[in-house]
């Protein structure tokens, strides 16, 4: 599983009905209610790679990919999302 590096910054909050959120230079995770932050990030990075794809179709392709996913490439897409400088968004979303 390849992605491009993601030029968006990723930060942490409370999202009323979400799990996660993106737009074209930020990613948002929900980290007190998420039970899989990483299969979110992953989600949300499918959504940054394909910005004309429906939810539908990046539920689809997130599920076949975490399910071929090895535990090592979880453990290193985990380790992207967290090697990086804790910032918290400023407001919670929703």
Not at 10 to 29: E, N, P, R, T, Y
Not at 30 to 51: A, F, G, V
Request: glycine content about 4%; hydrophobic content about 40%.
């Amino acid at each position: 599983m390849k992605f491009k590096k993601a030029k968006a910054s990723v930060f942490f909050c409370h999202i009323h009905l979400a799990m996660g959120w993106c737009s074209k230079d930020q990613v948002i995770i929900d980290l007190k209610t998420n039970t899989n932050p990483i299969r979110t990030y992953l989600h949300e990075l499918l959504h940054l790679e394909h910005p004309t794809w429906s939810e539908t179709r990046i539920l689809k392709a997130e599920r076949r990919i975490w399910k071929k996913m090895t535990h090592e490439e979880i453990f290193l897409l985990g380790k992207r999302l967290f090697s990086r400088k804790f910032e918290r968004w400023e407001d919670d979303i929703g």
